[in-house]
């Protein structure tokens, strides 16, 4: 069966410093992988997404990238970090044919301070 | 940007009763889904219904979709405390690989 890991559960961080947050896939391959963030009491906003290994689709001009190293790892980073940056980050796979439904990991907590 | 809009944003019912959300979007869609989740946690999927289908059915939860409307329903019936989370609708536009998420509506059964 299919799972996603996705880590840490929660983080704090100080405004100007680094972020890596990583999400991998197991069970499946080829998934299309996901970035969505997601304000207290809000929707999701659609970060990036990749259809295969180096394929990154970016969804809002920011301060944060994505990378796809291998075939179901997805890499959200940023070099330096915003107090605007915080928020409920969720990794999330689907076939990959794509608008099918996703399967979501559980999430990462930032806190920028 | 949002796709769907949900409505209401919150919905306070009594265990037993019926809950009944509204979810409409912008351009033409393949197909819309329904998500829960539930505080803190990551999204789960509930139902997908197609642009060619009016209306679909898993155990207590009704979907509904109008393609003139360009709106959908979630009924969930004879709901339960473990009903309590938020509900989001998630629309694909026709050229695009992700799906877009409204903003969601919370949900609070009591007992």
């Known amino acids: 069966s299919q799972t996603i890991h996705q880590w840490p559960a929660t983080l704090v961080q100080p405004v100007g410093s680094p972020l890596s947050l990583e999400c991998t896939v197991e069970?499946?391959?080829?998934?299309?992988l996901y970035w969505y963030r997601q304000a207290a009491g809000r929707g999701l906003q659609l970060l990036f997404y990749?259809?295969?290994?180096?394929?990154i689709s970016s969804e809002v001009p920011q301060n944060l990238s994505a990378s796809r190293p291998q075939d179901r790892q997805f890499i959200l980073s940023s070099k330096k970090l915003l107090l605007s940056d915080s928020g409920f980050y969720l990794c999330?796979?689907?076939?990959?044919?794509?608008?099918?439904?996703?399967?979501f990991g559980s999430g990462t907590q930032l806190s920028v301070l | 940007s949002q796709q769907g809009e949900e409505d209401p944003q919150a919905l306070s019912i009594q265990e037993g009763e019926n809950a009944t959300m509204n979810c409409s979007y912008k351009t033409s869609i393949n197909n819309l889904q329904w998500y829960r989740q539930n505080s803190g946690r990551g999204l789960v999927h509930l139902i997908l219904?197609?642009?060619?289908?009016r209306e679909k059915h898993s155990g207590r939860l009704r979907v509904t979709l109008d393609t003139s409307k360009k709106s959908s329903s979630l009924l969930i019936t004879a709901s339960r405390a473990a009903d309590t989370a938020s509900y989001f609708c998630a629309t694909d536009e026709s050229a695009r690989t992700a799906l877009i998420f409204g903003k969601g509506t919370t949900l609070s059964v009591s007992s």
């Open positions: 219904i197609r642009s060619n289908e």
């Open positions: 990749s259809v295969g290994i180096g394929q």
């Open positions: 999330a796979w689907s076939g990959a044919a794509g608008n099918e439904k996703l399967f």
């Open positions: 069970g499946t391959s080829n998934p299309n």
